[in-house]
T-cell receptor, first 111, second 113 residues
Framework: DAGITQSPRHKVTETGTPVTLRCHQT?????MYWYRQDPGHGLRLIHY???????DKGEVSDGYSVSRSKTEDFLLTLESATSSQTSVYFC??????????FGPGTRLLVL | DAKTTQPTSMDCAEGRAANLPCNHS???????VYWYRQIHSQGPQYIIH???NNETNEMASLIITEDRKSSTLILPHATLRDTAVYYC??????????????FGSGTQLTVLP
């Protein structure tokens, strides 16, 4: 395993509530990514980070924000969750050979 | 990144070699071939990657044709745990950019007892 954990692994929340997902790595890699996976859409990039406090948007960033105050942690926040954000969220890190390794995922259900 | 084409599904008998093909006829000279798999409900798992030479690791072998327009992932002795969706991805490496991975539909490999 690549030393990536995600928390929580499962979450049920209500529309309009804020939600924060955490990705933690023990590998000290610079690049970290948040993807979401939905049936019929494959994996889509939400946001990524290329260092502490350095982040950028992916293809489906609307409704999401991220923060990276430490190398090992990359947080994904849904400021006001909507039902369309029901999904499986995967965090990934990238090593020096530019290979990405994925975490176990967080299943989020927004009611 | 070059587009890839994979069969939708394949079956393989347990203990036999699983050979998963991928076509990437528009691949450029600086693009690598990556293979990932995703077992149901788990995160994608990196398997192997290569540029032009054949590669082997503890999980699999990657055979890339001389013209680099296609490749084959080989699982030498498939087990039931190898049942998963296998993704072939072509992407440029070494650019220093973030470059997300783009997963296509992949091949559903089912290993039969």
């Amino acid at each position: 395993d690549a030393g990536i954990t995600q928390s929580p692994r499962h979450k049920v929340t209500e529309t309009g509530t804020p939600v924060t997902l955490r990705c933690h790595q023990t590998e000290n890699h610079r690049y970290m990514y948040w993807y979401r996976q939905d049936p019929g859409h494959g994996l889509r990039l939400i946001h990524y980070s290329y260092g502490v406090k350095d982040t950028d948007k992916g293809e489906v960033s609307d409704g999401y924000s991220v923060s990276r105050s430490k190398t090992e942690d990359f947080l994904l926040t849904l400021e006001s969750a909507t039902s369309s954000q029901t999904s499986v969220y995967f965090c990934a890190i990238r090593d020096f050979q530019e290979t990405q390794y994925f975490g176990p995922g967080t299943r989020l259900l927004v009611l | 990144d070059a587009k890839t084409t994979q069969p939708t599904s394949m079956d393989c008998a347990e203990g036999r070699a699983a050979n998963l093909p991928c076509n990437h006829s528009t691949i450029s000279g600086n693009e690598y071939v990556y293979w990932y798999r995703q077992i149901h409900s788990q995160g994608p798992q990196y398997i192997i990657h290569g540029l032009k030479n054949n590669e082997t690791n503890e999980m699999a072998s990657l055979i890339i044709t001389e013209d680099r327009k296609s490749s084959t992932l080989i699982l030498p002795h498939a087990t039931l745990r190898d049942t998963a969706v296998y993704y072939c991805i072509v992407r440029v490496a070494g650019t220093g950019s973030a470059r997300q991975l783009t997963f296509g539909s992949g091949t559903q490999l089912t290993v039969l007892p």
